[in-house]
């Protein structure tokens, strides 16, 4: 099922991701739900990053990577539980139906075996064991045709309560599966972020400056690009609809923090915020950025207007909401809250409206 997908930090040099990432690792292992971050774009760099810090940034790339896996076997999970609880419910239905059928059937048996009417070795089989009465009753002569009619209608609704029986059966054990999945991939995430969570205790405090010094500087160059951005096209202007709901959802948004797994309302992983998001205009996107990939009609970014989903890189590792003015709202990495960005903030794959 899960492939590979996460939420990325934006791409502006070696040296300026792996300074981004420091806040977002510092930010690992904290609390019962931990977040996590992936792997930046490859890139030209300034050589600044030592080989202990491209490990912890290695690591949280696995995290991430885990993160979504465990995201999408999530949303199968709550899938395969409704759908088990549907086919519950309509069993049960099934089964009382039958229930009453034989009910019905058995007392008017009863009745003429009192009279006299009904020959006293069905009685006792009715009595004694249904199924093997309806069985064979339904193919005796002393049994009219409106009763045989009957039986025949008992034995088929049987028949769909067996059916109904196994489908239900076999999907509460896939069911089963999966839940053991998700927690074999939740200990996959906590393992990964345990490990990057040492290596970033092992750097010196000079790498460790030197990483929030670049971070500094990442940040002052996202806000004058902010700045300076002009949307990508005219049509990126006043949305309308479950789109300005969305859009005016994620602004709400703004400031909470990223929290892998989650989608909200305190706090969000990339796809949990844009899902989170359309739930609040009434719409329903699914839970990982790859599947939010394929979940509209493609634009391309010159046509780009709010509400739309921007998803980054060829494996559609993260995703944002375009709210206009060349700007995204997301969620971007661990120990970084939901905020703006340039909408040119690392490479863009697709533009998908929803």
């Known amino acids: 099922m899960p492939t590979n997908r996460g939420c990325v930090p934006p791409?502006?040099?070696?040296?300026?991701?792996?300074?981004?990432?420091?806040a977002a690792a510092s930010a690992v292992l904290v609390g019962s739900v931990t977040p996590v971050v992936a792997q930046p774009d490859d890139g030209q760099g300034s050589g600044t990053v030592n080989a202990g810090g491209e490990r912890?940034?290695?690591?949280?790339?696995?995290?991430?990577?885990?993160?979504?896996?465990?995201?999408?076997?999530?949303?199968?999970?709550?899938?395969?539980?409704?759908?088990?609880?549907?086919?519950?419910?309509?069993?049960?239905?099934?089964?009382?139906?039958?229930?009453d059928q034989r009910r019905a059937i058995g007392s008017a048996a009863a009745a003429q075996y009192r009279v006299g009417t009904l020959d006293p070795a069905l009685a006792l089989l009715l009595a004694d064991d249904p199924d093997g009465y309806l069985t064979r009753a339904a193919h005796l002569d002393r049994v009219g045709d409106r009763q045989r009619g009957e039986l025949h209608g008992l034995l088929a609704a049987q028949r769909v309560v067996d059916q109904q029986r196994a489908e239900a059966g076999v999907l509460l054990a896939e069911l089963e599966e999966r839940r053991t999945e998700l927690a074999e991939r939740k200990r996959e995430v906590q393992a990964k972020l345990g490990r990057a969570q040492h290596h970033l205790n092992r750097l010196t405090a000079e790498e460790?400056?030197?990483?929030?010094?670049?971070?500094?500087?990442?940040?002052?160059?996202?806000?004058?690009?902010?700045?300076?951005?002009?949307?990508?096209?005219?049509?990126?202007?006043?949305?309308s609809g479950r789109a300005a709901a969305a859009v005016e959802a994620a602004r709400r948004a703004l400031g909470r923090p990223y929290v892998w797994g989650s989608t909200g309302p305190h706090g969000f992983d990339c796809s949990g915020l844009t899902q989170w998001a359309y739930a609040q205009a009434g719409a329903s996107l699914p839970r990982t950025s790859q599947g939010q990939a394929g979940a509209g009609r493609r634009v391309s970014l010159e046509e780009a207007r709010p509400?739309?989903?921007?998803?980054?890189?060829d494996d559609a590792s993260h995703v944002a909401l375009y709210v206009g003015g060349g700007q995204v709202v997301h969620a971007p990495y661990p120990g970084a809250s939901v905020r703006h960005d340039p909408v040119r903030m690392m490479p863009v794959s697709a533009v998908v409206r929803p």
């Open 11 to 22: 791409a502006r040099g070696r040296a300026a991701r792996a300074g981004m990432l420091t």
């Open 56 to 99: 912890v940034d290695g690591l949280l790339a696995e995290a991430e990577r885990a993160v979504e896996a465990h995201n999408a076997v999530d949303e199968q999970v709550g899938q395969l539980r409704e759908e088990v609880e549907r086919r519950q419910e309509r069993l049960a239905r099934s089964q009382q139906r039958v229930n």
């Open 208 to 239: 460790r400056a030197e990483r929030e010094r670049v971070e500094r500087a990442a940040r002052s160059e996202s806000r004058e690009q902010a700045l300076g951005a002009a949307a990508p096209g005219a049509s990126a202007d006043a949305p």
């Open 307 to 313: 509400g739309d989903l921007v998803i980054y890189r």
